[in-house]
């Protein structure tokens, strides 16, 4: 059981937007950790997508952006392709457990 | 350009050591927190362990502490990962990755990852 909650799945058509959330606690994003998100392609390493809550790294479209609200955090995809099609982990950092926190992953089909 | 390699995956019996290795080149690695992330068949990322850039303070999940210990050599820009008492549920692909100058900071560099298979 991950300490933060995604979604296992969703999807959507090309054009349409997603939205995958991420929920921790009083003890990660509530504490005020800044929450960041990977993008996993299949048979490929994690790669940044956002950091600090909404920032994209150089070369993320900006289809892709991210929220922080309180105990949650929120991942959207505008304008969806087919290249989207991955498994999404949100990540923060738990002060109880003096470590990094990941979400269990949502698998993104479009359809 | 900005690089990390692991290496020293393999196969190894229940209750055996392994010694995993990454080795970084395109940026100043003693100035960076390392960590070790793992993934295993079919599952979401597991982070394991994170040092800091001197190597003074170290951190570990709950599943490894006290089996695992983390380490870097900074003259030979390469972080470790030195692995005891495995078990088959450490079976796994571990990556390692670059954070930042303090911990809660994003991994924004991952090597490929190697893959530990323990089984007997």
């Known amino acids: 059981q991950s300490v933060l909650t995604q979604p296992p799945s969703v999807s959507g058509a090309p054009g349409q937007r997603v939205t995958i959330s991420c929920t921790g606690s009083s003890s990660n994003i509530g504490a005020g950790y800044d929450v960041h998100w990977y993008q996993q392609l299949p048979g490929t390493a994690p790669k940044l997508l956002i950091y600090?809550?909404?920032n994209r790294p150089s070369g993320v479209p900006d289809r892709f952006s991210g929220s922080k609200s309180g105990t949650s955090a929120s991942l959207a995809i505008t304008g969806l392709q087919a290249e989207d099609e991955a498994d999404y982990y949100c990540?923060?950092?738990?002060?109880?457990?003096?470590?990094?926190?990941f979400g269990g992953g949502t698998k993104l089909t479009v359809l | 350009q900005v690089q990390l390699v692991e290496s020293g995956g393999g196969v190894v019996q229940p209750g055996r050591s392994l010694r995993l290795s990454c080795t970084a080149s395109?940026?100043?690695?003693?100035?960076?927190?390392m960590h070790w992330v793992r993934q295993a068949p079919g599952k979401g990322l597991e982070w394991v362990a994170v040092i800091s850039y001197d190597g003074s303070n170290k951190y570990y999940a709950d599943s490894v502490r006290g089996r695992f210990t983390i380490s870097r050599d900074n003259s030979m820009d390469t972080l470790y990962v030195q692995m005891h008492s495995l078990r088959e549920e450490d079976t796994a692909v571990y990556y390692c990755?670059?954070?930042?100058?303090?911990?809660?900071?994003?991994?924004?560099?991952w090597g490929q990852g190697t893959t530990v298979t323990v089984s007997s």
């Open positions: 395109g940026f100043t690695f003693s100035t960076y927190t």
């Open positions: 990540q923060s950092y738990d002060t109880s457990l003096s470590g990094s926190v």
């Open positions: 600090d809550n909404r």
């Open positions: 990755a670059r954070g930042g100058v303090v911990v809660p900071a994003p991994k924004d560099v």
